[in-house]
């Protein structure tokens, strides 16, 4: 059966007006073109559904029974339209990120803020893992993007440059070298190196160097806030990309660039699956990171220039 829409529409409108000029105008049809739709719609339903007479139009006792369905199917119809016209005008929808652990804490929360503002229909979910966590979440479809880096393995994933992200040391302010605008990494050799697990993206990064593979580890703990509590007793130093540093304010903590031969960074990518479309509330937060990569380039570029290389960035959304 090949029921369409304008026919139902045609068919609840003569129900409702009892007059075929009447029902013709209200759904912008020629009367010729309106009639020619009802008499399509009872040839589909092999019954008449209404009586004409010179003088008025009726239901026939089929027509009362199909009256029901119509409005019903209409009804519903129109629901399910403007479900799909409030998802793409934002107004609905879901947004699911899983984000390295940093980001889900320093610099995603502000983008959040904003988005929320600006829909606060749509949910929100954020998830913070470490690497291969967030990129299995993308993997399986939990999850709509991953903001990380690069895994060993990124097959059927698309990764999208957000940001380089340069490494700092921290140390206490009573540590040999935390008076100094800017370090070596040979010059680490002999500090006790407090690192992070090997499933961070951050021990990963760092393991690329091999300057970083011959300094001397102490500790290896996994999250960020323990690293700052060891740090400020005086345990040891550690190497954290800027965009961490908002966990080391701390009055005793000292943060201070390696100089520009020796850096190293952590590369940062918007990642989604390559063969699945994003819903329209999840492509407009996607936009809305994207849109911030100007900005955080402008901040590497600073924090990287001549003579500014003994201000840390710190990073936050642009307005």
Not at 9 to 33: D, G, W
Not at 97 to 105: G, K
Not at 123 to 148: F, I, K, N, T, Y
Not at 257 to 283: D, N, W
Request: one cysteine or more.
């Amino acid at each position: 059966m090949n029921l369409s829409s304008r026919q139902l529409r045609a068919f609840v409108a003569l129900a409702q007006e009892r007059h075929f000029t009447r029902a013709a105008e209200r759904c912008h049809q020629t009367q010729p073109a309106f009639s020619a739709l009802i008499r399509s719609l009872e040839d589909i339903a092999g019954v008449r559904l209404f009586d004409r007479t010179t003088r008025r139009v009726e239901l026939t006792p089929e027509g009362h029974l199909f009256n029901e369905s119509a409005q019903r199917l209409l009804n519903d119809l129109d629901a399910v339209m403007g479900d799909i016209q409030d998802h793409v005008a934002k107004r609905k929808g879901r947004v699911a990120v899983s984000a390295l652990p940093s980001l889900a804490a320093g610099w995603l929360p502000g983008i959040y803020a904003q988005f929320h503002a600006q829909h606060p229909g749509v949910q929100l979910q954020l998830h913070d893992a470490l690497l291969e966590p967030c990129l299995d979440m993308v993997r399986r479809g939990s999850v709509d993007m991953a903001v990380a880096a690069k895994g060993r393995d990124m097959s059927g994933l698309l990764a999208e440059p957000l940001c380089e992200d340069y490494f700092y040391m921290v140390c206490r302010d009573d540590h040999p070298l935390a008076q100094r605008s800017a370090v070596h990494l040979r010059e680490l050799k002999g500090s006790a190196m407090i690192q992070l697990g090997k499933g961070s993206s951050i021990r990963q990064s760092l393991a690329r160097n091999a300057v970083f593979c011959d300094l001397d580890s102490f500790l290896e703990v996994d999250h960020l806030a323990t690293v700052t509590g060891l740090v400020s007793a005086g345990l040891g130093v550690s190497l954290v990309p800027a965009m961490t540093l908002f966990q080391f304010r701390h009055e005793q903590i000292k943060v201070i660039p390696l100089v520009p031969r020796s850096r190293i960074k952590r590369s940062l990518y918007l990642i989604r699956r390559s063969e699945k479309s994003l819903s329209s509330a999840a492509r407009a937060f996607y936009d809305v990171l994207l849109d911030q990569r100007s900005d955080l380039a402008r901040r590497n570029e600073q924090a990287m220039a001549p003579g500014t290389i003994s201000a840390p960035t710190i990073f936050s959304i642009s307005s």
